[in-house]
């Protein structure tokens, strides 16, 4: 797919892996629509002033199936259509399974796995009729390894997986793919914060010795969008920490 003049819908992408991802659409000539569940600042939307698209804001909450009907029919209403969809938004509430509460594991299991299922069922319809589309979820190497104390995430993660592998098979022959990046340890505001020793501890256990970036996931993110024959593959993005 020619991403030049697409329209993408990033999901939670007011900061960290989303908001790397938006900006490498808008550089390679998409539309973008920023989206978190508050207000959307305009300091936020004038980072994107020098790319020559348009940029619009529709703030929503992806669990709620209703409300991610409407963030989708209001894209389309103003771009004329949403080509790829980059399930993106997640939380975590990391705790031991011992002293883990049904509402720590659901609530998880409501934005990370339920939101993609939400947002995506909103785009198929207009997709399939288009018979074109990409649609891409960020999954994590904690859905593919697990980890101590996020049973609740672990399972989202690996749950968007399997639902990108079964949606993959629903639509391919209606010219829509479906892929999950899998990112590893990146940077972001929780990683600066973690003490030094631990840092090195978790670094020590990537084989490339380094911590990720958010704009080489994103860079994997516009790749897969673009690629017309890969569908249903999960790309782990973690310097060598899942490789078989």
């Known amino acids: 797919m020619e991403i030049t003049g697409k329209n993408v819908f990033v999901t939670g992408s007011t900061r960290g892996i989303g908001l790397a991802i938006a900006h ?8 973008v629509v920023l989206n978190g569940r508050s207000a959307i600042s305009q300091e936020l939307l004038d980072e994107f002033a020098n790319y020559d698209v348009k940029v619009i804001a529709i703030s929503g909450d992806v669990s709620d199936n209703a409300d991610a009907k409407r963030m989708v029919d209001e894209a389309i209403a103003k771009l004329g259509s949403v080509d790829i969809l980059i399930n993106n938004a997640g939380i975590t509430n990391d705790k031991l ?18 939101g993609a299922f939400n947002m995506t069922q909103s785009v198929l319809k207009p997709m399939t009729k288009a018979r074109q589309g990409a649609i891409i979820n960020l999954s994590s190497v904690v859905g593919l390894t697990g980890n101590i104390g996020q049973a609740n995430y672990a399972a989202s993660k690996a749950g968007l997986i399997g639902l990108t592998k079964s949606v993959a098979r629903e639509v391919a022959a209606r010219g829509i793919r479906v892929n999950a990046i899998a990112p590893g340890f990146i940077e972001s505001d929780m990683t600066d914060a973690i003490p030094e020793k631990m840092r090195d501890a978790m670094v020590g256990q990537i084989p490339m010795k380094r911590i990720g970036k958010a704009e080489e996931v994103a860079q994997v993110a516009s790749f897969l969008a673009q690629q017309e024959y890969i569908t249903g593959q999960v790309i782990a993005i973690d310097g060598g920490m899942t490789m078989q």
């Open 24 to 31: 490498q659409f808008a550089s390679l000539g998409a539309n």
């Open 97 to 114: 399974m011992l002293k883990m509460t049904e509402e720590d594991f659901e609530r998880v299991l409501k934005i990370n796995l339920t």
